[in-house]
């Protein structure tokens, strides 16, 4: 039962730093990516490639600054183009991500993937519980980007995106340099990405281009729309409870006899459509929506003050 | 080699037509990029597979059996989902389409599994002509998506429904005034699209096995079709497909056939970025 617990807290950790990247670019810029799992990919691949030599933790910081760096070109190429545009150019990046992957064998291997990576603190573990140690450093991991997401989200910068997200026009009249700062929304969210590929790739100790299917992408939308769109402590509760449910399923089949293994994924992803659906018609400002200042509150202060 | 290619290309340009001209139709009344057409695509070649193969259907038998089943699926997935997005923004209902998709598709591998399945029709031999070689597949598909096309045309063009679809895409509220019933029209149109996928999803099955992925193979040159020729615009649909076709089969002669995919997503880059709006149509893009 452990072991089980410690894959889906490890799962749920990786889909809720994704959910919290594209947190940031969909939920407070207003920006689609429907390629998260580009990124991701690209992510786990730099960490897997370049950690033997360069040792695991600037490992993940090259992963996160290449995921990144890659993040930016896409948004000075495309931010530009109105939602639905934006929508496919993304898409088209993921699956160019993973084609690339896939037959460009000299360096990812191909199809075959990039076994026996090394876990990071892997003297502690023999020590202390096994992977224990890692649900302890995914968490850490977290827990940094979540502080620097939430910061940045209170900050003069996050306001300026929230305004440019609900009025993109006013913003510019304002001021606002609207272009810079989705780009760079962009590519703050990319290198969140990156960095959660670089742990899976830790964790799994082995990648291959199947884990990173439009699926990962679709947990992320899942995990954002249940948090409730620019609300990070929402897409941590919210989006953790879901996916800690969805991930449980994953499980049954060893207490399910009825329906096979192939089924069961079929009807968890089954699932996720409906969560999506149903959370977009329901409740689309989240299980915990976004905090919104009242402009009478503001207004009320000044007038007592003066 | 070259005339081979474009053959090819040419046919897979009028395969993409039928979904791309479906996507259009959907954002022109709608006013969303239904991410689902790839799903119900799917879905039209399983309909079909089921009709042919365990209900021992003939072909064109089974076909029918997918328009059906992909354009009630349409209007069922309308009525549960899309109508009560409605006042939302475009943005809401293609995360919605992309829940539908995962729905859909998931569906078809619940009751049939990842196995590769393919139709009980036989085998025939490729036809030679001055040197090209013609599949019966080719000649049904490029045959069937022709008389589609004129049909669709004939309808938009010269009936009282297409008249109102029109009018609606235009404008909603002026339509709505003159007497336009919205929920009939947005019905009429999901039958009318889901009608068109789910043939086209029987003709990806006679060109390439069915498998729960499908339709997902052809999502991005669909896109690319639909925004190749400006979103919204039926002509364009149909223009941006046998370009995109085209591209991905002459391709070939240029880089390695594996990169086959990524040659739509590359062309409706290059196309956005130096002009934004379409071919043919003149909708703005840019934010």
């Given at each position: 039962m452990i072991p089980y617990l410690i894959t889906i807290a490890i799962l749920v950790i990786i889909a809720a730093l994704i959910g919290l990247a594209l947190n940031l670019q969909w939920g407070l810029a207003g920006l689609v990516n429907f390629g998260v799992v580009g990124f991701v990919a690209?992510?786990?691949?730099t960490t897997a490639l370049t950690a033997p030599s360069?040792?695991?933790?600037?490992?993940?910081?090259?992963?996160?600054?290449?995921?990144?760096?890659?993040?930016?070109?896409?948004?000075?190429?495309?931010?530009?183009?109105?939602e639905n545009y934006l929508a496919i150019i993304t898409i088209g990046f993921g699956e160019a991500v993973r084609l690339a992957i896939l037959n460009e064998g000299w360096l990812t291997n191909g199809a075959l993937g990039i076994a026996n990576i090394q876990r990071p603190l892997a003297g502690l573990t023999e020590r202390f519980g096994g992977d224990i140690v890692f649900v302890v450093f995914a968490l850490g991991v977290l827990a940094v980007v979540f502080v620097a997401l939430e910061g940045w989200t209170r900050a003069p910068f996050g306001r300026a995106l929230r305004a440019i997200r609900d009025d993109a026009t006013i913003s510019a009249a304002l001021g606002k340099p609207v272009f810079a700062l989705r780009v760079r929304a962009f590519a703050i969210g990319g290198a969140a990405m990156g960095l959660a590929g670089a742990l899976q790739a830790f964790y799994l100790t082995y990648i291959d281009p199947s884990q990173f299917s439009a699926i990962v992408t679709s947990y992320a939308f899942m995990a954002v729309?249940?948090?409730?769109?620019?609300?990070?402590?929402?897409?941590?509760?919210?989006?953790?409870?879901?996916?800690?449910?969805?991930?449980?399923?994953?499980?049954?089949?060893?207490f399910i006899s009825v329906i096979d293994g192939v089924q069961l994924s079929a009807l968890r992803l089954a699932l996720i459509g409906v969560g999506i659906i149903l959370l977009l018609i329901l409740r689309p400002q989240g299980l915990v929506p976004e905090a919104r200042r009242k402009a009478a509150d503001v207004l009320a202060k000044s007038r007592e003050a003066a | 080699m070259v005339a081979q290619l474009f053959l090819n290309g040419l046919v897979t340009g009028l395969l993409l037509a039928?979904?791309?001209?479906?996507?259009?139709?959907?954002?022109?009344?709608?006013?969303?990029?239904?991410?689902?057409?790839?799903?119900?695509?799917?879905?039209?070649?399983?309909?079909?597979?089921?009709?042919?193969?365990?209900?021992?259907?003939?072909?064109?038998a089974s076909a029918a059996v997918a328009a059906t089943t992909v354009a009630l699926t349409g209007i069922v997935s309308d009525q549960l989902v899309f109508e009560r997005l409605k006042n939302r923004d475009s943005i809401s209902l293609l995360v919605a389409s992309m829940g539908l998709s995962l729905v859909l598709e998931n569906v078809c591998r619940f009751f049939l599994g990842n196995a590769s399945r393919s139709f009980e029709v036989p085998i025939s031999r490729p036809m030679r002509w001055e040197g090209l070689r013609i599949n019966q597949e080719q000649i049904t598909t490029a045959l069937t998506v022709c008389v589609c096309l004129v049909l669709v045309h004939l309808l938009l063009r010269h009936s009282p429904l297409g008249r109102?679809?029109?009018?609606?895409?235009?404008?909603?509220?002026?339509?709505a005034t003159r007497g336009v019933d919205r929920r009939l029209i947005a019905r009429l149109t999901w039958a009318l699209v889901g009608?068109?996928?789910?043939?086209?999803?029987?003709?990806?099955?006679?060109?390439?096995?069915?498998?729960?992925?499908?339709?997902?193979?052809?999502?991005?040159?669909?896109?690319?079709?639909?925004?190749?020729?400006?979103?919204?615009s039926p002509v364009g649909a149909v223009a941006g497909a046998l370009i995109i076709g085209l591209a991905e089969e002459m391709s070939a002669l240029v880089i390695p056939t594996n990169y086959r995919q990524i040659v739509s997503f590359t062309v409706i880059l290059v196309l956005l970025l130096f002009r934004s709006n379409g071919l043919l149509s003149a909708k703005a893009v840019r934010k």
């Open positions: 690209i992510g786990a691949y360069i040792g695991w933790f600037p490992a993940m910081v090259l992963a996160a600054l290449v995921a990144a760096a890659l993040s930016a070109g896409l948004a000075l190429l495309s931010i530009r183009l109105e729309i249940a948090g409730g769109r620019g609300s990070n402590v929402g897409l941590l509760v919210g989006a953790g409870s879901i996916m800690a449910l969805l991930e449980g399923t994953r499980f049954l089949k060893d | 039928l979904p791309a001209l479906a996507l259009t139709l959907v954002f022109g009344v709608l006013k969303f990029a239904n991410f689902a057409v790839g799903a119900m695509l799917t879905l039209g070649a399983y309909a079909a597979w089921v009709a042919n193969t365990q209900l021992g259907l003939s072909l064109p109102a679809m029109r009018a609606v895409a235009d404008n909603p509220s002026l339509a009608a068109l996928i789910g043939l086209a999803g029987v003709l990806a099955g006679l060109d390439r096995s069915i498998d729960p992925q499908i339709g997902w193979n052809y999502q991005i040159p669909i896109f690319a079709a639909a925004i190749l020729g400006g979103l919204g």
